[in-house]
């Protein structure tokens, strides 16, 4: 239709067809992860885009097949299954085990009617390789320079392998194949610019994300991502009665250090005081967030903890930060800290009051010789 009524050719049209495919997942999948973050369901990312990909991409396999099967021309859009299966093995590194993937191929070649076929069994065996050894290379190639032509490499001669089963099944002529591999090299090409753009576009969005919600000294999480946090874990625990505790903590005679030794000393002291907590947290449990909220300033989230829950933890960083020595000018700085912990109750009628009480304990413990823990 549109070589006969548009004089555009098939080939052209069919570029398009790809590229919306692909567009239209991005557009849905990127709705999709957006639905479940803000519905708070605990799904990471990885597993909506490995199981969204393969429902996605074997709905658009199965259902642009469902115009051409049974017919002697069946091997038409075999180029754009290629694309698909080559999508999700390598731009989405799907894993799919051969226990599964065997019967995904069985199925087709039952929908497709080829079972009977020797070629066809040639064809799904030479498939699963590709899907594998594309899976291979983008785990180990993924960070190279090299990465887009071991990427031709594998997926130019497997195309061919893939073109020479069709031929030997359907006995059309060398010249079909050949048109037929070119396409599929070209498609490949413009899969790998296509994704290329789209990831980096990603990682930029990603990146400002991350520079938005961290801090950069400290490389914590800052007093934006805390506030945003501390609302949706407020709002969890007023809902359904979850404990939530805090931990708030500031460096002692901090303004002395600077006066005494520097800015670029203070700096230090503090990336090493968070490092310091960031090794304890990940040591105990990863599910505690750590934010940077003020200057010399700290504060830790403990969902579903109560504050005698928190004591092993508090007590680790309090004791590791206390022990804390940084060498400056040939002199030894000695921190330490002063914390206040406690426990959203409630009378907390907001992030705020539960806030404030955390903040009453922590100059507590400052106004009365601070290196000390206060809990209320």
């Known amino acids: 239709m549109t070589w006969s009524r548009w004089q555009v050719p098939p080939f052209i049209t069919s570029v398009f067809f790809v590229l919306g495919v692909l567009t239209l997942y991005w557009v849905s999948y990127n709705w999709l992860a957006s639905w479940l973050h803000t519905r708070r369901i605990n799904v990471k990312d990885d597993d909506v885009s490995t199981w969204y990909g393969i429902i996605y991409m074997l709905v658009f396999v ?5 115009f051409i099967v049974g017919t002697s021309d ?3 859009f075999m180029n754009f299954q290629l694309i698909a299966m080559i999508f999700c093995a390598y731009f989405l590194n799907i894993h799919v085990r051969y226990y599964f993937f065997f019967p995904i191929l069985f199925v087709y070649m039952l929908f497709n009617g080829s079972m009977s076929y020797w070629q066809s ?21 993924r960070s190279s320079r090299i990465a887009p032509l071991v990427y031709l490499l594998v997926g130019v001669p497997f195309g061919g392998v893939l073109w020479l089963w069709m031929k030997l ?12 591999w070119v396409y599929l090299v070209i498609f ?9 753009m789209i990831t980096h576009d990603s990682e930029i969005k990603v990146r400002l994300a991350r520079f938005a919600s961290h801090d950069a000294l400290t490389k914590t999480e800052n007093f934006a991502a805390y506030t945003d946090t501390m609302d949706q874990f407020f709002d969890d625990s007023t809902k359904t009665g979850a404990p939530l505790s805090m931990m708030m903590f500031d460096i002692d005679h901090f303004k002395h250090i600077n006066d005494t030794y520097g800015h670029s000393v203070g700096d230090e002291v503090l990336r090493k005081v968070a490092e310091t907590v960031q090794t304890v947290v990940a040591a105990n449990d990863p599910k505690v967030r750590f934010y940077r909220t003020g ?16 004591n092993a933890i508090v007590n680790q960083i309090f004791a590791a930060v206390n022990h804390l ?15 206040g912990v406690s426990a959203i109750t409630g009378n907390d009628q907001s992030p705020m009051d539960f806030y404030n009480r955390v903040d009453k304990n922590l100059y507590h413990s400052k106004r009365n010789g601070r290196m000390q823990v206060t809990v209320a």
């Open 62 to 66: 199965f259902g642009i097949q469902t």
């Open 188 to 196: 490949e090409v413009l899969l790998y610019a296509y994704v290329s």
């Open 121 to 141: 069994w040639g064809h799904a065996v030479t498939m699963m390789i590709f899907f594998w050894v594309l899976n291979v290379i983008r785990v180990k190639y």
């Open 295 to 310: 200057g010399e300033e700290f504060n830790l989230l403990f969902p579903g903890y109560d504050v005698a829950s928190t």
């Open 74 to 76: 069946s091997w038409q």
């Open 169 to 180: 099944k359907f006995n059309f002529s060398w010249v079909t194949l050949w048109q037929e």
């Open 325 to 339: 020595e940084i060498h400056a000018g040939g002199q030894m700085i000695q921190v330490t800290i002063s914390v």
